[in-house]
Protein backbone atom coordinates (compact mmCIF):
# COMPACT_ATOMS: atom_id res chain seq x y z
CA UNK A 1 0.00 0.00 0.00
CA UNK A 2 1.59 3.60 -0.52
CA UNK A 3 1.24 6.54 1.27
CA UNK A 4 0.51 9.68 -0.49
CA UNK A 5 0.54 13.65 0.23
CA UNK A 6 -1.41 15.56 -2.17
CA UNK A 7 -0.44 18.94 -3.25
CA UNK A 8 2.26 19.70 -1.00
CA UNK A 9 4.99 22.44 -1.42
CA UNK A 10 8.29 21.22 -3.10
CA UNK A 11 11.28 23.22 -1.10
CA UNK A 12 13.13 22.50 -4.37
CA UNK A 13 10.71 24.49 -6.97
CA UNK A 14 8.03 26.19 -5.10
CA UNK A 15 5.84 24.46 -7.41
CA UNK A 16 3.10 21.87 -5.47
CA UNK A 17 3.60 18.06 -6.23
CA UNK A 18 1.72 14.56 -4.77
CA UNK A 19 4.71 13.39 -3.20
CA UNK A 20 4.59 8.93 -2.03
CA UNK A 21 6.90 6.57 -0.79
CA UNK A 22 6.11 2.74 -0.61
CA UNK A 23 8.35 2.20 2.47
CA UNK A 24 6.05 2.65 5.24
CA UNK A 25 3.64 5.96 5.83
CA UNK A 26 4.68 9.42 5.24
CA UNK A 27 4.98 10.60 8.92
CA UNK A 28 4.72 14.29 10.05
CA UNK A 29 7.90 15.81 11.15
CA UNK A 30 10.29 13.08 9.46
CA UNK A 31 12.62 13.86 6.83
CA UNK A 32 12.34 12.67 3.60
CA UNK A 33 15.07 12.76 0.31
CA UNK A 34 13.61 13.12 -3.04
CA UNK A 35 14.93 13.97 -6.84
CA UNK A 36 12.74 17.31 -7.73
CA UNK A 37 10.71 16.65 -11.19
CA UNK A 38 11.36 19.99 -12.50
CA UNK A 39 15.59 20.78 -11.32
CA UNK A 40 16.33 17.40 -11.17
CA UNK A 41 18.07 18.29 -7.76
CA UNK A 42 18.34 16.28 -5.18
CA UNK A 43 15.81 17.58 -2.16
CA UNK A 44 14.43 16.81 1.32
CA UNK A 45 11.04 17.15 2.40
CA UNK A 46 9.52 16.97 6.37
CA UNK A 47 6.13 16.84 6.01
CA UNK A 48 3.48 19.18 7.88
CA UNK A 49 0.91 16.17 8.43
CA UNK A 50 0.98 12.61 7.71
CA UNK A 51 -0.17 11.29 4.66
CA UNK A 52 -2.99 9.17 3.54
CA UNK A 53 -2.69 5.03 2.61
CA UNK A 54 -3.94 4.89 -0.77
CA UNK A 55 -3.74 1.80 -3.03
CA UNK A 56 -2.09 3.05 -5.54
CA UNK A 57 -0.23 6.50 -5.72
CA UNK A 58 -1.28 9.42 -8.95
CA UNK A 59 1.42 8.93 -11.72
CA UNK A 60 3.75 11.33 -11.33
CA UNK A 61 4.04 11.28 -7.75
CA UNK A 62 6.96 12.06 -6.28
CA UNK A 63 8.83 9.16 -4.40
CA UNK A 64 10.06 10.26 -1.16
CA UNK A 65 12.75 8.19 0.71
CA UNK A 66 13.35 7.97 3.80
CA UNK A 67 16.22 10.04 5.14
CA UNK A 68 19.78 8.47 5.12
CA UNK A 69 18.73 6.73 1.84
CA UNK A 70 19.75 9.13 -0.80
CA UNK A 71 17.58 9.06 -4.09
CA UNK A 72 18.84 8.54 -8.05
CA UNK A 73 17.53 10.22 -11.01
CA UNK A 74 13.93 10.33 -11.52
CA UNK A 75 14.03 7.82 -14.60
CA UNK A 76 15.75 5.47 -12.18
CA UNK A 77 13.83 6.24 -9.54
CA UNK A 78 10.33 5.25 -11.23
CA UNK A 79 12.48 1.92 -12.43
CA UNK A 80 13.02 0.76 -9.49
CA UNK A 81 9.80 1.24 -8.07
CA UNK A 82 8.22 -0.12 -11.14
CA UNK A 83 10.31 -3.37 -10.56
CA UNK A 84 9.75 -3.43 -6.80
CA UNK A 85 5.85 -3.72 -7.25
Do not use: I, W
Not at 5 to 15: D, I, M, S, T, Y
Not at 25 to 46: D, F, I, M, N, Q
Amino acid sequence: MATLLRNEPCPACGKRHHFTTTQGGVREGKEYAYVCPETGGRSRLRPHSDGENVGYAPFGAVVLRPQGTEPSSPAVSAVTEAAAD
